[in-house]
């Protein structure tokens, strides 16, 4: 890559419907969780004098999956997360950087001109603005 080319009102506005995405999905994981709990309670089980708790295979099979998967739910949600913040962070770097170096420009041009640039002021005479053409 050789540079940045950044519109932060951009930037924000992709943020903002990843947001709304990240909170959609937020709620899907909620509901996700609450009918893996119905499917384990409702699904057929097996009691009697044996079983504690009536159990059925479908059930065990329907939580040990659930279980599974929960590492990489929260994995999808804290990396969902950490891209929105890098995001913020680096687009923020980015426009203080384009003010640093701004400010950094304004001082060098509202410097007093050193001993090298009035010397050149006569011999660059035909020249407009410090542009050489040629």
């Known amino acids: 890559m050789t540079g940045w080319d950044i519109t932060p009102s951009g930037v924000a506005s992709v943020l903002s419907l990843v947001g709304l995405a990240a909170d959609e999905l937020s709620k899907d994981v909620q509901g996700y969780g609450t009918n893996v709990e119905d499917a384990v309670r409702w699904v057929g089980t097996i009691s009697g004098p044996y079983c504690e708790v009536p159990t059925g295979p479908v059930g065990v099979a329907v939580a040990d999956f659930a279980s599974d998967t929960q590492g990489s739910i929260r994995f999808m949600a804290a990396r969902t997360k950490k891209t929105l ?43 407009k603005g410090g542009n050489r053409q040629g």
């Open 85 to 127: 913040d890098g995001t913020v962070k680096a687009t923020t770097e980015y426009v203080e950087g384009d003010l640093a170096m701004a400010a950094q420009a304004q001082r060098e041009a509202a410097a007093t001109p050193s001993a090298h640039e009035l010397a050149a002021v006569g011999r660059e005479s035909s020249d």
